[in-house]
């Protein structure tokens, strides 16, 4: 079962640059969520998706987007990177409001 | 807005012993959701434990059990047995209607053999 895989693992973008990190999870869950980890902090919500086409901002959605055109699929978007934005970034799923989250294994995005 | 707070930073135990990881959250609802997620260096958010507020008696998976005192809004991590495996970061996590998963800050576990 590969459950929610997050690509890439690993990425290191210039200022200014843009990108795209993709979530997909195998398990039909309605409920998908973009996290950002930083140290010393827990895991903050930046969006999250109650279902295919819908989107919402989390607690720091500045300077993101997301979209939910699949059901499986979350997409993440830098427009315009700031070194700020240097995080481990973590993708989860669940199947309802009330059923736990299945997390990816993040990823270590570095912006210098 | 909901708040979980972490006290302890980092924890010891010696192998086979137990350990009490401590957690309290503020909040008006009074139909959440708690969890313990557990963060090995590899990184992997695991689920170890949740509790529904609703429940009065406390959730126990094998070695781990919680104690919830709703009224004082407590909700502590028991390991008993400690295993090398059980080191990691563990983060309490508190769930209610905006279904927003709100994480405190983390205690980091180390076992020592």
């Known amino acids: 079962n590969a459950g929610v895989t997050q690509t890439p693992k690993f990425r290191v973008l210039k200022t200014g640059q843009s990108m795209t990190l993709l979530c997909a999870q195998d398990?039909?869950?309605?409920?998908m969520y973009w996290y950002r980890q930083d140290p010393g902090m827990g895991l903050r919500l930046i969006h999250y998706s109650v279902g295919e086409g819908t989107t919402a901002k989390g607690e720091v959605p500045d300077g993101y987007n997301v979209s939910r055109l699949k059901k499986q699929n979350f997409l993440l978007g830098l427009e315009s990177a700031a070194p700020s934005q240097t995080s481990v970034y973590f993708c989860?799923?669940?199947?309802?409001?009330?059923?736990?989250?299945?997390f990816g294994d993040g990823t270590r995005l570095s912006i210098l | 807005a909901q708040t979980v707070t972490q006290s302890q930073p980092e924890m010891s135990v010696q192998e086979a012993e137990t350990v009490t990881l401590s957690c309290t959250y503020d909040?008006?609802?009074?139909?959440?959701?708690l969890f313990w997620y557990k963060q090995p260096p590899s990184r992997q958010m695991i689920l170890v434990i949740r509790?529904?507020?609703?429940?009065?008696q406390n959730a126990t998976e094998n070695r781990f059990s919680v104690n919830f005192q709703k009224a004082a809004k407590s909700f502590s991590l028991k390991i008993s047995d400690s295993q090398l495996g059980d080191a990691a970061m563990y983060f309490c996590a508190y769930r209610g209607a905006t279904n927003k998963l709100i994480f405190g800050t983390g205690t980091l576990l180390a076992v020592q053999p």
């Open positions: 509790q529904e507020a609703y429940k009065q």
């Open positions: 398990m039909n869950h309605e409920y």
């Open positions: 909040t008006s609802e009074s139909d959440y959701y």
């Open positions: 989860a799923s669940s199947r309802t409001v009330y059923q736990p989250q299945h």
